[in-house]
């Protein structure tokens, strides 16, 4: 193996392709050579600054090539990136300062955080520093993105990876050296911050989007050439309810592989994008960003295997039942994951991992597998919804509401109830005037039996997932608990 760092990497390919475009977002477009110029102005400065080796840098920029610049001067000076929206409230942000205890944070108006140096947006380093090449570094984690899963509380999630490469190697995620990506994703997340910092890092022209579009993201594959795009279900979703004429008129002949992940995809939705642009080109992956294990399922391997995330791809998958006991394929139980590596894929900062005797861990998911291995997703653990005794899982509901055409979004929670112990309420993005409670639970009793169609229903005008796909279900369920007696749930009441 021909271990490189990422910093010589980026010097590597600036050399040999200066001229190359390497980032691509909105109008502003930068060469290899112009970012390895940024990256080291940059990483000399917060050098200059006190940063070094080991130590954490916080990124709170949104998509943009200032992002990059930030992330490569870092790994330059042997320093771990950790990215966080650059929209979080501040109670959120100082708690994650305080766990990473960065040396820098990057996006914040100067002063904002006692003790730590703060960078604003646009910042930039004084022309006087020299933009050369510096001495090689390796940081010992290459990210530390965060998370605050179901529980609404952040943790850091800290690779166990340095950021070192084999440029001979297997080239990941069916990236084309020297092709193209678009990412429409936020880039703070753990998908998009993989997906696009490997396509760099493998020579590859990265077209980031400065926030999500479904034109857009049509536009920009059609105009770039791209051989490879990011999508999460939400993402597709609203690609797939363009006019047809809109959506139909953008050549992607281009494009290779279409990979989605990050939420559950509905059937109809998978079906209708496998029947667009082929299965061949469609590829799913299921893993957590602690990365013990993954499964991938392609195109082909869905439409054998309707409704699964595939087969492990990396490290192995057990399913137990609720005293931990192994199950047989085809029923359903916790997930519990395993790397197969040497060393750890991950530490946490800020929480304690779910585990097991053997290695075993959980991300508190719940599925089967069946006979051949593949493997078949429920909800999480804690989002499950035990209505009148009986088990309802909120994607599947979820699934039939998104169906609707004037649904942009929605969320199923379980609230409190004297009666069934929870009673089933959907939150629902949709427009009042163009929709009613009583034709969403006539379109849902349709597709669910009625023991799952929501007892209430709520229309909100708020975005209830984010371009990562990701719903605050915690946050949104506990927003409503005080009214959760009253019919409706605070929203607009209907029986089911």
């Not at 309810?241 to 050549?251: A, F, I, K, N, S």
Request: one cysteine or more; charged letters at 25%.
């Amino acid at each position: 193996m021909t271990s490189l760092s990422f910093a010589k990497r980026l010097t590597d390919l600036a050399a040999e392709a200066p001229d190359r475009a390497a980032i691509t977002c909105g109008a502003v477009s930068v060469t290899r050579a112009q970012l390895e110029s940024s990256a080291n102005r940059l990483a000399r400065d917060l050098a200059g600054g006190g940063a070094g080796k080991d130590d954490m840098i916080t990124i709170a920029l949104s998509n943009s090539v200032d992002w990059f610049v930030a992330f490569a001067a870092a790994w330059k000076i042997g320093a771990i990136p950790q990215p966080v929206s650059s929209r979080l409230p501040a109670p959120e942000l100082e708690a994650i300062v305080a766990l990473a205890e960065p040396k820098v944070v990057i996006g914040v108006d100067e002063g904002t955080f006692d003790g730590i140096r703060c960078l604003p947006i646009g910042y930039r380093p004084s022309e006087d520093l020299d933009d050369g090449p510096l001495p090689d570094a390796v940081s010992p984690a290459w990210k530390a993105p965060t998370s605050g899963g179901s529980t609404g509380r952040p943790k850091l999630i800290v690779s166990g990876d340095p950021s070192v490469m084999d440029p001979d190697g297997i080239v990941p995620l069916q990236i084309t050296p020297g092709g193209c990506m678009v990412m429409p994703g936020p880039l703070y997340h753990n998908g998009p911050l993989i997906w696009s910092c490997q396509a760099l890092l493998w020579g590859d022209h990265v077209v980031v989007l400065p926030r999500f579009d479904a034109e857009g993201t049509l536009a920009a594959i059609e105009q770039h050439g791209a051989d490879i795009v990011y999508l999460v279900p939400t993402m597709m979703k609203r690609i797939w309810r363009l006019p047809d004429e809109v959506r139909e008129g953008y050549d992607l002949s281009s494009l290779q592989v279409v990979w989605h992940l990050a939420e559950p995809c509905p059937d109809w939705l998978k079906q209708v994008w496998l029947d667009w642009l082929g299965p061949e080109r469609i590829v799913e992956l299921y893993g957590g960003t602690e990365g013990q294990a993954s499964t991938v399922i392609t195109g082909q391997q869905w439409l054998a295997h309707r409704g699964s995330v595939g087969r492990s791809a990396a490290g192995e998958i057990m399913i137990t039942d609720p005293e931990g006991e192994p199950l047989p394929a085809g029923e359903m139980g916790e997930v519990w994951l395993r790397s197969t590596r040497d060393t750890p894929t991950y530490r946490y900062l800020g929480a304690e991992a779910r585990t097991r005797e053997g290695g075993w861990e959980s991300l508190g998911d719940m599925g089967r597998v069946d006979a051949e291995g593949y493997l078949y997703l429920g909800d999480r653990m804690q989002d499950m919804i035990l209505t009148g005794g009986s088990n309802v899982y909120p994607a599947e509901v979820e699934a039939a509401l998104q169906e609707h055409p004037l649904v942009r979004s929605c969320c199923v929670i379980g609230l409190p109830d004297d009666d069934l112990g929870q009673r089933i309420h959907a939150i629902v993005e949709a427009d009042a005037d163009q929709v009613s409670v009583e034709e969403l639970l006539r379109f849902m009793g349709e597709r669910l039996v009625r023991y799952k169609v929501p007892r209430s229903v709520e229309l909100v005008q708020e975005v209830l997932r984010d371009d990562a796909g990701k719903v605050r279900r915690s946050q949104l369920r506990s927003e409503r608990l005080p009214d959760a007696a009253a019919a409706g749930g605070g929203g607009s009441p209907g029986a089911a």
